[in-house]
């Protein structure tokens, strides 16, 4: 696929610049407005684009360096700043801060972090080999000051 190889040849090259919050938003968002399966769709092109484009970027095996390394690229994408909060050998707990889609929104009464739990599910799949499901439970679109998601592995 053209559109897969410009973005893995983009990911290896870095970007040439960054896009504006307000930018980024206003596509995310603008979605919501268009279609009714908005948040399926954002959630597997994060899950799709993880697995085959950022997941051989992503280090480690174990959660702990897995979401370290996500972090550095959530971080220097402008998408927020990753932590655990809890885990067990079946679930997680992920904290992300800053949130591109979410901090400082007003509440619309609906997480609208999809593009991001895609992300990490995708990642989290390749990198522990087990299926992975990714909830967003607290988010800026509910009016938390935080996002919270709720990792499940299978």
Known sequence: MVFEKELKDLMKKGSSGKVSIKTYRMVTHGLQEISVGYSSALYFA???IAKNILAD??????????IKSLNSFFKKEG???????????KTATIILKNSASSS???PVGKPVCFFESGLMS????????????VNEVLCGGLGDK???????FE
């Not at 970027?57 to 897995?66: A, E, F, P, T, Y």
């Not at 998408?79 to 050998?89: C, R, V």
């Not at 935080?146 to 499940?152: Q, W």
Request: proline share 0%.
């Open 46 to 48: 994060g899950k799709k």
């Open 122 to 133: 995708g990642v989290l799949e390749v990198k522990t080999k087990k299926k992975v499901i």
């Open 57 to 66: 970027q992503i280090k480690g095996n174990d959660l702990k360096s897995i």
């Open 104 to 106: 400082g929104m007003t």
């Open 146 to 152: 935080i996002d919270e998601f709720l990792v499940k």
């Open 79 to 89: 998408l927020g700043t990753l932590s655990i909060k809890e885990m067990t050998e």
